[in-house]
C-alpha cells in the first residue's frame, strides 16, 4: 500500500526520496535511482513523469560559474518603476540575457534582478537600461558564502 501524500507539498515519502536523489545527482540514470530507492526502474518513472507533468520538477539544469563565461560582477538591483512603466521593466528584464533571475516583490521597490557583466562599466550600461523606467538601487555581489543551493527534500516516513 502507497504511503499517504504529504498534507503540504502532496509529496509521499518515496517521491521525497526520489527527490532527494535527484538533488544529489540530477543526471542519475533512471535503473540506477530505481535501485537506490528500492523500487522498479518502470515505477520510479513513471513517478518522476508525474511529478514533472505536476510541475513539482521543473526542469534539470546545470550550474556554470558566471566569471568562466567571462561575467565575472554579480549585482543585484532592486527597482521602482516610474508610473505607467511596471510592465516595460519585466518585459526589459526579460530581453537581456546578462539578467539571470527577476522577481516581482513587495515593499517600496516592484522588482529584484540579479544581473551578471564582464565589468563594472558593462554593469553599469545595463543599469542604464532600467533607468529609463524607475529608480534603481543596487547592490555588487562581493563573495557568496551560502551560494544557490537545492531546497531541502525531508522523508517524512523516516
Known amino acids: 500500500m502507497p504511503a499517504a501524500p504529504d498534507p503540504v507539498g502532496g509529496l509521499d515519502g518515496v517521491n521525497r526520496r526520489l527527490l532527494a536523489e535527484l538533488?544529489?545527482?540530477?543526471?542519475?540514470?533512471?535503473?540506477?535511482?530505481?535501485?537506490?530507492?528500492?523500487m522498479s526502474a518502470p515505477a520510479v518513472?513513471?513517478?518522476v513523469q508525474r511529478m514533472q507533468q505536476a510541475g513539482v520538477i521543473q526542469g534539470f539544469r546545470m550550474d556554470v560559474d558566471?566569471?568562466?563565461?567571462?561575467?565575472?560582477?554579480?549585482?543585484?538591483?532592486?527597482?521602482?518603476?516610474?508610473?505607467?512603466?511596471?510592465?516595460?521593466?519585466?518585459?526589459?528584464?526579460?530581453?537581456?540575457?546578462?539578467?539571470?533571475?527577476?522577481h516581482r516583490i513587495t515593499g517600496e521597490d516592484c522588482f529584484l534582478?540579479?544581473?551578471?557583466?564582464?565589468t563594472i562599466a558593462d554593469l553599469e550600461e545595463i543599469?542604464?537600461?532600467?533607468?529609463?523606467?524607475?529608480?534603481?538601487?543596487?547592490?555588487?555581489?562581493?563573495s557568496s558564502p551560502v551560494p544557490a543551493?537545492?531546497?531541502?527534500?525531508?522523508d517524512t516516513d523516516a
Do not use: N, W
Open 23 to 38: 538533488h544529489a545527482d540530477p543526471r542519475i540514470a533512471m535503473s540506477a535511482l530505481a535501485r537506490r530507492v528500492g
Open 127 to 142: 543599469l542604464d537600461k532600467f533607468l529609463l523606467y524607475g529608480q534603481t538601487i543596487t547592490s555588487i555581489v562581493v
Open 66 to 102: 558566471p566569471a568562466a563565461l567571462g561575467l565575472p560582477v554579480a549585482a543585484y538591483a532592486r527597482i521602482r518603476p516610474s508610473a505607467g512603466q511596471l510592465a516595460k521593466i519585466a518585459e526589459l528584464a526579460t530581453s537581456l540575457p546578462q539578467v539571470s533571475e527577476c
Open 149 to 154: 543551493r537545492q531546497l531541502p527534500v525531508a
Open 45 to 47: 518513472t513513471e513517478r
Open 113 to 118: 534582478i540579479k544581473m551578471h557583466a564582464p
